[in-house]
Every structure is written in C-alpha cells, then in structure tokens.
C-alpha cells in the first residue's frame, strides 16, 4: 500500500514539473502576455463554473439533498452511569428518530453501549432543532448492540428504513452524528464490505455480528448514528470502529438495517428479541484439514460438533459432523453467519437446511422454536 501511495505521489509530481518546464520554453514577452491575460481567463473560468451542470455538480447537490432531509431526524445523545472503579462516568454518542410500523409513536435508535447502565433522568437528547429532551422508556439488546427509547415531542420528522440487502459494495453512503461532540456533522463515502463477522468489540454480549464496513468517517460520537444511502434511507447504525489511534481510520462498523428494524420491532412490541434456537454446538475452529476428512473440497458452511437432546436439532436427526451448508437457501459461510440465519428467523417457522453428509449432500427440514422455552445446556451457544 505504501508503495502505491508514493506511486501516486510521483506522478502528481512529474505532471506538475513537466507542466512548468514547458511553460517555461514560451519567449519572456509571451510569458508577460499570459500574466495580463491571467485575470480575464480566471473570470471567464469563473462564469464557466457558475453555468456548468457537470456530474460533479449534480452529484453534489443530491447529496446536499440527501442530508438536508434527514438530518433533522438525526440526535445527539449524552448520558451519565456511576461505576465503583470510574465513579461517574459520561457517555455521548449519537442516535436517529425513527417510527415503528406496529407500534405508535417516535422512537430514539441509537446503541446499547451509549445509554448503558444510565437511568433514564441521566440520558439527554438533543434534537436537531435545539430542543433537549429524556426518554420516557427504554429498551435494550445486548445481542445487537441495539438500544430504543421513545420520546414525546411533537413536529418531529422520523427518517426511513432502507433495505440493507440491497446495499451493495461500492455503493455510497453518508455516515451522520456527533462525533467528538460535534453535532450535525455528515461524512461521505462507499460500503467497503458487507457480512464483517467475528469482531473483538468493546462488549463480548455482541453476539449477531453482520456489520456493513464503510470508509465514511465514523469517529468517537458517531455511535448509534445513522449510515444513509443515496435515496435518503437508513440502511445502517453505526457502532464501531478499528483503529489504532482511537479515531477515524477508514474501518467503521454499521448494523445493516434489516437487522436492527427487526430488533427495534421485536423490543417494541414484545419488550425482548425473540431468538429461534437449533441446538446445536458449532466449530469455531474449522479448516481446510477438517474439509477434506470430511471429504468436501474447501472450506464451506458450518459444522456440528454436537447435538443437544430435546431440540430442534436432535428432533430433525442432525449429527455430528454435519455441514450445515445452506440455512433456508442462504448459502452458510461460517459459524457466526450460521448464529444469525438463525437466531434472526421467526420462532416456529419451517426451514430446509441442505448439509453435507458421509460425502454427499442431504436436504432436511427443522422447525425452529424459542431459545427461551428450551431447556438450553449450561454453557450451549445461541445455534
């Protein structure tokens, strides 16, 4: 990377060098005729600019837009907990209004770990407009990292879900919040990569991994922000970043969209996330060695280590050393996207899973049920 970076560099370089040895060629009167003319070729610049409706121009009024609609829905957040080591300690972070489709009112979207262990007096939100307010209720997953608190307060504009699985690599996106306290601040950039699992976060409650990565400036404050797409919909809330330094490297972290509105859905109308449950025990360590005992030519899908009695697992005979290779027609790629196939299907529904078995593929139909009715064995994974 470094070697591309001064590359880059050098040639910027010759190209200005080379432009001002040939400027220099010109005999002196014609050099002094382009400094007099250098005013009137500004200024005819100038108008050229003002009338030009490039697609550098266009592009950047949309996002002027784009921002000018849903930054008003978008929060700073402040909250205060007390701690027997740190005593009191603050919080800020970031948050986006947001409406439910069951349940009536506006609600607050924004992280656990910004609100975390702070009573509701202790929490204050700022909205866009200047106005200060505290929740009336909060709810919270550990699971996600996904905390909902409604709010009264009236002409208020809620932003829109977008779809995150039409999000694609590549595609733009603003990341909106406070970062470092700066409130109202907007950044630009594209998804980087979608499916990032397996991330060591502050909180190891962080189970149903499956951020979207983008190099949109996300900073210290951007917590619970809303990451935007062209079309002025929340596809994202931002949640983490990887960094040396502790601020913006260009690896941030968002919740894809139709992760978190599930959740949000789930608290408001049942007070938790209802979690499907499999029973099973899955290999975090699978390799290329196992892969081919298994007689499979690489790596793929998830595989069983063991089967809990009285699940679904156990009552749709999977085994040990099945490869669960498909999740309902998803193709599987490792545990953690296995953990939230899972985990994020609705309690009671049917699905098929294709697996690799004995050295062929076998197609099976479980039907998942709540985690929490289960008799789950001490120390069982969510699978």
Do not use: C
């Not at 962080?206 to 983008?214: C, E, K």
Request: proline share 4%.
């Amino acid at each position: 990377m470094q070697q591309y970076r001064s590359v880059v560099l050098v040639a910027g370089t010759a190209l200005f060098v080379g432009y001002g040895l040939g400027a220099g060629i010109v005999s002196w009167p014609a050099a002094r005729q382009v400094e007099a003319l250098d005013s009137l070729v500004a200024e005819k610049v100038y108008a050229e600019l003002a009338s030009d409706k490039s697609p550098l121009l266009q592009g950047s009024d949309w996002l002027a837009k784009v921002a000018s609609v849903t930054s008003p829905s978008v929060v700073h957040i402040q909250s205060q907990h007390r701690t027997a080591a740190r005593g009191s300690v603050e919080e800020t972070g970031s948050g986006v209004l947001m409406s439910s489709e069951k349940t009536p009112g506006v609600f607050v979207v924004t992280n656990r770990h910004v609100i975390q262990d702070a009573a509701l007096a202790d929490i204050e939100i700022a909205l866009n407009d200047g106005r200060f307010l505290t929740p009336e209720r909060v709810w919270m997953d550990a699971a996600t990292d996904v905390a909902v608190m409604k709010i009264s307060a009236p002409n208020v504009n809620p932003a829109k879900w977008g779809d995150s699985n039409q999000v694609e690599i590549g595609h733009m996106v603003l990341a909106m919040g406070s970062p470092f306290g700066l409130s109202r601040s907007v950044t630009f950039g594209i998804v980087s990569a979608k499916g990032r699992r397996s991330l060591r976060l502050g909180s190891a409650d962080v189970i149903n991994q499956d951020f979207i990565q983008t190099d949109a400036a996300i900073n210290p404050g951007n917590s619970g922000g809303p990451l935007i797409d062209l079309q002025g919909r929340v596809v994202g809330i931002n949640t983490a970043i990887a960094s040396s330094g502790g601020g913006n490297e260009g690896i941030g972290f968002s919740i894809p969209s139709n992760l978190a509105s599930r959740v949000v859905e789930e608290l408001l109308e049942y007070g938790v996330v209802r979690r499907a449950y499999l029973g099973v025990k899955l290999d975090p360590t699978y390799d290329v060695r196992t892969a081919r005992r298994l007689r499979l030519d690489r790596v793929r899908g998830s595989r069983v280590t063991e089967v809990y009695p009285n699940t679904p697992a156990s009552r749709a005979n999977l085994r040990v050393d099945d490869v669960v290779l498909q999740f309902d027609g998803v193709d599987v790629q490792d545990e953690n996207h296995l953990i939230n196939l899972v985990s994020l299907t609705p309690v009671g529904r049917r699905v098929r899973l294709l697996v690799w078995r004995d050295g062929r593929e076998a197609s099976i139909e479980i039907s998942l049920a709540d985690r929490t009715s289960l008799s789950q064995p001490s120390g069982a994974p969510l699978e």
